[in-house]
């Protein structure tokens, strides 16, 4: 008896077809709004808008050219300008060949530091894996600088990591009391704390948020200017003393007193201000 292989045949026919790559033609490519500056490791600085074709380079676009980049040849993406501080070039890792999860850095304008991969760049944002896997997502007007290699990083600004010891922003004093410095966004205590566990603080000093002649706080904050949406603390005063385990959310803290920590991890203080390049003056801080 003869057998019919014809279903079996159309069977097999109608299978799908196995996924194939998708061409380098085929990936989405970003125009970002953001003009920025790349920082090479051999020195050099390259302006332009950003555009980003999801493959190994980032690319500028000025004068109606655009010109790639190698990533692996880029140390920092400047998004905000200006020279980063010691505090903040402290935050990179040490080591020459850091984890996955700390392989890049992105510092936002107010201070903030978040360790991670990244993992892509949009039109308005970039997406970003930080240290505890989490992908979030950031708005690149609201961003600084893009670390893309700390070691290339430490090398460009070596001048400024070499001053990470003495008493600026985040170092001890003689005294034990700890500077943060107002334009120089959060402040490392060297301290890593419990959850739930009290400490007693005791700020002096005063800073300036602004040039005008009202714009000027203690630790305390600034009287009449609590519960402001756009603030690090909202319910807290413009320019009181607050906060951060880790890359947390920001906690109030003011002049004096005890507070409980909200949560386990390394200890930072700063100002409660949303735009640090206008401040000046210094908090001295002890903590019991």
Known sequence: ????????????????????????????????????????????RHSGTLVYHNDANFNLSANGQEKAYPVNDIAVVEFGGGQPSAQELSQL?????????????????????????????????LSFDNEQRQRRDFELSNISRLYVSAPGARQLFASQVSQGSSPVAGTAGTSGAIVVNAAQGWADTGRTVRR???????????????????????????G???????????????????????NGKPFAIGANGTV?????????????????????GTYTVTIR
């Open 93 to 125: 890792p040490t080591s020459n060949d850091p984890p996955e999860l700390q392989r890049h850095m992105v510092v936002l304008k107010d201070g903030t530091t978040v360790r991670g991969k990244l993992y892509t760049i949009k039109q308005n944002s």
């Open 224 to 246: 009449g200017d609590a519960s402001q949406p756009t603030l690090p603390v909202p319910q807290s005063g413009v320019g009181a003393l607050i906060g951060r385990i880790g």
């Open 196 to 222: 739930n566990q009290r400490l007693t603080f005791d700020a002096t000093g005063e800073i300036k948020f602004g040039s005008g002649a009202e714009q000027g706080a203690t630790a305390a904050g600034k």
């Open 260 to 280: 409980s920590m909200p949560a386990a991890g390394r200890l930072f203080l700063g100002v409660n201000d949303n735009e640090l390049s206008d401040n000046s």
């Open 1 to 44: 008896m003869r057998r019919l292989i014809l279903p079996a045949l159309l069977l097999t026919l109608s299978l799908p077809a196995a996924p194939t790559a998708v061409r380098a033609e085929q990936r989405p490519t970003f125009v970002t709004n953001q003009n920025v500056t790349f920082l090479m490791k051999n020195g050099e």
